[in-house]
């Protein structure tokens, strides 16, 4: 395709197609899916954390200064891909790369941080079954862990492929609702940094 | 009415021998009767529908009127289940609210049961009498008396349906209920919640006593202790202190791992679940798995000779309060 | 866009035999393979079912042993509900919602093509079990710590695996329906225009989405208790066993609507059928539709009377759940005023609709009785609630497939079941069920509670146990003759004639068998009962919205079915502790999923050239 053909996009293309609507609507269920799954970690962390079985709790362990940083980086993260999404307005597919390189490597430095700080938990007495807030606290942290890793990974995958091609009513949606689930992960930290560490240190 | 009498005498629901049971068994009735009431209408509507409005010979050409609905008749079919609901309600309620007990105050000399579940088999503390019983609980008639259940294993569920619903013994947690036996008689209680193979012979007894007999019984557990009398029990007696005792107690001596056998001379069953004679006694010592399975005590079969297990039959049949 | 057409291939490749079916993303052959699948499942768990019944029959049987009988149990309950009665209702709503909405594909043909070998390779992971070291045991509620600790054998490993694998599955099938139903819809057929079948797929969808996220988490904590030695449900660490009870029944508890809610929407299209009057009370069915899975939400802790919750719990949660009477009943009611007035037809689709009125009301009404908490504490966990929930599922959600499976048999097979066998079906199973489900409500009250595998002499039980058992053989008899009838219709060279029953929707507006287009041009929707509408106005056949025109269809793909069998191999690695195996397998999903994003799939086009004869034939798409 020529570049004047990628003028030629609508203004959404990410919703021009109904393949492209079908995932936009899919992806939005899927993470009211997810909002349920992790409510449900939630809970069973709420249930217990103050179950730790003579092990070390919360009010030891949490640094805020650490938990800070790690938060700063991922909502500076999501506004990343909000700029990548600014730059698929602009049918800018160059830019719509860059800024998801830098997301990634955002989240890459967020995830770098999570392990630091589990060995770290690890080391001052808070193993995996050490108690059930141990279990909860792990269970919790490592599943929205994964979710990043997975989007970090699905974003360079996107990157990969769409490198030197030009932005399509293909590849459009697939950058928007990386983008989209990007913004569930940032949201479900809020939660975790208010309800875990917050919480856990007052 | 049909159903009042139904099931044996000290184990149905349906024939309630205590308070809390015939709270229960009100709250039975009069949901039945409600229900019972709506399947009439229902029924009567269905019948004439099906019978009415059958496909007949040469209705081919005419097409029925395709009626969109009445609003009218939707206001009625939900307005008249939610007053039905709410006579239903308000009483569940209160009935919820009498039924849910109340840790008896210092100083109240409520009788308190704490109630420990095993895999198999039950655990009875009086706590305020500083004694222990396994597999039958005696209670006094006419008390309300105040249960605390816990469970040292899997969860159990507590349930005598003769006088009172179930509540569930849960680990590392405990539940309060109470009881109330309002006539004495021998009641069947059983677990109600899957706890492994042996669940369904989970079984125990409630003996519900006149007040006096009961205060008998307790001044007969107090001083309950070991004496045998006869030289087989006698025998029986070291064979027990060698091979039993580091799971089973007797008096103020033994493990906790079994059942406690201070008064096993006086259990209506054997295991909750058996005829209490020699010959159930022995098979058991050998081979406890073949009548329960999966339970936690080990065969005697390879251990112990046919004269051990008889001597032991004879000490254990003498272990009686009284 | 039309640029793509010249980038795919325009031959689509001829696939054949078992390729072509392990391949295949098109809806409707997912839908046959998912009922196949089910009904399978179905067979095999009523099996169970009988052995249960034959243990029973007579007090104190040792037939098989404890541990078999509640291995039994488990099997039983947990197939039936999770591979047998959700697939089989899966598989209807995929070969039938996409053409009652006017629609050529369902919206995510390759993810519901991944959700069927999921739930199959889930399936069957369980079901391996039973070989494996002796099958699950603690349930089909798998109660910690029973589950975790305690169990006497390796099956709960294979439980907590193969229903996570399935339960994947089942979630994406319910996203897919959710997006079909709201962007594929044909022009002209509005929310409201849309059958109660449909409906009730998009309202259950909607339950599966938010019920089964929570059960993914239940199963991995449990998985993690089992496996990697969490204290989620150890007491001694902290742990609390009442946690897998909440997250268990806020699953179970939907669970129990995304079983009958469907059963609901099939009764809802035979019932005006067969009486040819469009459904009384239209869309006050499908508020309570609605509300019937909005509250399904809020009152799972009915299911934990006994926990010891306290009365204030109990209270809330008895009162909330009294309410579900209400849509509940405004639903009977509807049923009984569409037949009113009439002209009720009664082949055999229509007598499993008609005879699941009386039953599900049985069941719904023992429903409103285990609401009240202070006499639920004695139902709790006896035969009377096995009696209740039999009623429920078998005299409604079984019903309601068995009314489906004849109403739609023609459409799905092209062939019509035979109506003297089917009618043998009936009154064998009917009067099967009612004997073996009546009793046990007095049982459970006589003091039987559930799951015992046996039961003592001289407690009254023996007569009510002895017919549930008699019945249960009944039933076995039924569903031989199903059995021999579809083997009987599916030998027979006869095809079934367009619209066999006078249908009202759409589905009955497509050639029999349908194309793999399903609509050659999408249908104009003039109202509800689109069909109906049309031969009001004197014509046999859907109005055209659209000129003919080249058909975008998908490609078919091998991922799923390898995407699950990667599950199916690391779950053996979990379950025989060899990580390298667990990884592998988890590795090769994500690597399959890889390709899928990096090869660009367009899928093909069938030219209109190809359809023209096709609508010049006079066909009636």
């Known amino acids: 395709m020529s570049a004047e053909q990628t003028s030629t996009l609508p203004q959404y293309p990410e919703k021009a197609t109904l393949e492209g609507r079908n995932k936009f609507l899919g992806l939005w269920f899927f993470l009211g899916g997810e909002t349920a799954l992790f409510a449900t970690l939630f809970g069973t962390y709420l249930g217990l954390r103050n179950s730790t079985a003579g092990g070390p709790t919360a009010q030891e362990l949490f640094s805020l ?13 999501s506004l990343t891909s909000v700029l990548a999404v600014m730059a698929m307005r602009r049918k800018d597919m160059k830019g719509i790369i860059r800024w998801f390189i830098v997301t990634v490597i955002l989240g890459l430095s967020f995830l770098g941080l999570e392990i630091y700080e589990f060995y770290e938990y690890t080391h001052a007495g ?77 | 009415m049909l159903l009042a009498g139904c099931g044996e005498e000290n184990l149905s629901a349906l024939r309630p021998k205590g308070t809390a049971s015939k709270i229960s068994f009100d709250m039975m009735m009069l949901s039945i009767y409600i229900m019972l009431g709506v399947f009439f209408v229902v029924a009567v509507i269905f019948t004439y529908v099906i019978l009415k409005y059958r496909k007949r010979r040469g209705d081919e050409d005419i097409i029925p009127e395709q009626v969109e609905g009445n609003t009218t008749l939707e206001v009625i079919w939900t307005a008249i289940p939610i007053l039905l609901l709410l006579i239903l309600a308000i009483p569940t309620v209160l009935a919820t609210f009498t039924l849910a007990a109340e840790e008896p105050q210092e100083g109240d000399d409520t009788l308190k049961i704490q109630v420990t579940a095993y895999q198999y088999w039950w655990d009875f503390n009086y706590p305020d009498l500083e004694f222990n019983t396994a597999q039958d609980l005696y209670i006094p008639v006419g008390e309300k008396i105040y249960v605390e259940l816990t469970s040292k294993d899997v969860i159990h569920s507590f349930w005598v349906p003769a006088l009172a619903g179930k509540m569930d013994t849960n680990p590392g947690l405990t539940n309060a209920m109470w009881i109330e036996a309002k006539e004495p008689g021998v009641y069947k209680g059983k677990c109600a919640e899957l706890c492994g193979p042996s669940h369904a012979l989970m079984d125990f007894r409630v003996i519900a006593l006149e007040k006096d007999e009961f205060d008998a019984w307790v001044n007969h557990m107090k001083t309950a202790e070991s004496a045998p009398q006869t030289e087989a029990a006698q025998a029986g007696e070291e064979i027990f202190t060698e091979s039993c005792i580091s799971c089973h107690a007797v008096g103020s001596e033994g493990g906790n791992i079994g059942p406690d056998l201070t008064v096993f001379g006086d259990r209506e069953t054997l295991a909750g679940f058996l005829e209490m004679t020699d010959e159930n006694i022995a098979d058991w010592i050998k081979d406890p798995q073949a009548l329960k399975p999966a339970n936690h005590m080990p065969a005697f079969k390879d251990q112990l000779n046919d004269d051990e297990i008889n001597a032991l039959v004879a000490y254990l049949k003498e272990l009686k309060a009284n | 866009m039309a640029t793509h057409t010249e980038q795919v291939s325009l031959n689509r490749k001829q696939r054949s035999g078992i390729w072509d079916w392990i391949t295949t993303v098109d809806h409707k052959k997912v839908g046959i393979l998912y009922f196949l699948a089910g009904f399978f499942f179905f067979l095999l768990a009523g099996l169970e079912a009988v052995i ?80 494996l070291g002796g099958a699950p045991d603690a349930g089909w509620t798998a109660y910690a710590p029973l589950s975790t600790d305690y169990s006497g054998t390796s099956g709960m490993d294979f439980y907590v695996l193969g229903l996570q694998i399935a339960g994947f599955g089942t979630l994406m099938g319910g996203i897919n329906f959710l997006v079909t139903i709201i962007n594929m819809r044909a022009p002209g057929m509005s929310f409201m225009r849309m059958p109660m079948f449909s409906w009730a797929t998009f309202v259950t969808s909607a339950l599966i989405l938010f019920a089964f996220p929570p059960l993914t988490i239940g199963f991995f904590l449990l998985m993690f208790d089992r496996f990697f030695g969490s204290n989620f ?85 008895a009162v909330a759940t009294m309410t579900i009477a209400i849509p509940t009943g405004v639903k009977i009611f509807n049923w009984l005023f569409t037949m009113w007035g009439g002209q009720i037809r009664f082949p055999t689709a229509n007598l499993w609709a008609v005879a699941f009125i009386p039953s599900f009301l049985i069941g719904g009404m023992t429903g409103v009785m285990l609401s009240v908490a202070p006499a639920d504490y004695h139902y709790h966990d006896t035969y009377f609630v096995v009696a209740h929930f039999h009623y429920v599922i078998v005299g409604g959600s079984v019903f309601g497939i068995f009314a489906g499976m004849y109403f739609w048999w023609p459409r799905i097979f092209g062939k019509m079941l035979n109506e003297t066998l089917g009618k043998w079906h009936f009154w064998t199973f009917f009067v099967g069920f009612h004997l073996t489900f009546f009793p046990q409500h007095f049982l459970g009250l006589m003091g039987m509670p559930r799951r015992v595998f046996t039961f003592l002499e001289g407690q009254q039980l023996e007569l009510g146990n002895f ?61 509800l009962d689109p069909l109906w509408v049309e031969k009001m106005n004197g014509n046999n056949k859907m109005t055209p919205a659209e000129p003919l025109d080249d058909i975008h269809m998908p490609n078919s793909s091998i991922l799923p079915f390898v995407m699950s069998l990667c599950f199916f191999i690391a779950s053996f690695g979990f379950i025989y502790d060899v990580l390298i195996v667990a990884i592998l397998g988890i590795a090769g999903f994500f690597f399959c999923m890889l390709l899928r994003s990096l090869i660009d799939d367009h899928g093909y086009y069938i030219k209109k050239e190809e359809l023209a004869p096709v609508v010049d034939e006079g066909g009636k798409a």
Not at chain 3, 477 to 506: C, F, H
Request: overall charge neutral.
């Open chain 1, 65 to 77: 200064p650490l938990v800070f940083i790690m938060t700063v980086i991922l909502l500076v993260s």
């Open chain 1, 126 to 202: 808070l193993r995996w079954s050490e108690s059930a807030f141990a279990s909860a606290f792990y269970t919790l942290l490592g599943t929205h862990g994964a979710h990043v890793a997975f989007g970090c990974g699905w974003i360079t995958a996107l990157i990969v492929r769409n490198f030197r091609r030009p932005l399509d009513t293909y590849n459009a949606p697939k950058f928007y609702l990386a983008s989209l689930y990007w913004h569930f992960i940032d949201v479900v930290w809020v939660f975790i940094f208010s309800l875990v560490y917050l919480l856990g240190v007052i």
């Open chain 3, 52 to 131: 249960i019944r034959v243990q029973l029959i007579y007090p104190e049987l040792n037939i098989v042993s404890a541990q078999t009988f509640n291995e039994l149990i488990t099997m039983h309950g947990t197939t039936m509900i999770f591979l047998a009665a959700m697939p089989i209702f899966l598989g209807l709503m995929n070969c039938i919602v996409p053409l009652q909405i006017g629609a050529r594909d369902v919206a995510f043909p390759f993810m519901n093509a991944l959700g069927l070998w999921l739930f199959i390779f889930g399936g069957l992971l369980l079901n391996l079990s039973w070989f």
């Open chain 3, 233 to 317: 449900f150890v007491a001694d660490a902290g742990g609390n066993v009442i946690i897998w009870e909440h997250i268990f029944w806020i699953f179970g508890h939907p669970e129990v609507y995304i079983l009958i809610l469907p059963a609901f929407g099939i009764l809802s299209e035979v019932i005006p059928t067969f009486s040819r009057k469009r459904l009384f009370g239209y869309s006050a069915m499908v508020f309570a539709t609605a509300l019937i899975a909005f509250l399904g939400f809020m009152v799972w802790a009915h299911h934990m009377f006994t926990t010891g919750l306290g009365p204030v719990a109990n209270s809330i949660f």
């Open chain 3, 467 to 527: 017919i549930s058992s008699i019945g249960s053989f009944l039933m076995t008899i039924g569903s031989i003759i199903l059995i021999i009838n579809i083997i009987m219709t599916q030998a027979k060279k006869e095809v079934a004639e367009y619209d066999p029953w006078d249908g009202r929707t759409l589905d009955w507006a497509i050639p029999i068998p349908t194309p793999v287009y399903n609509f050659a041009q999408l249908p104009l929707v003039k109202g």
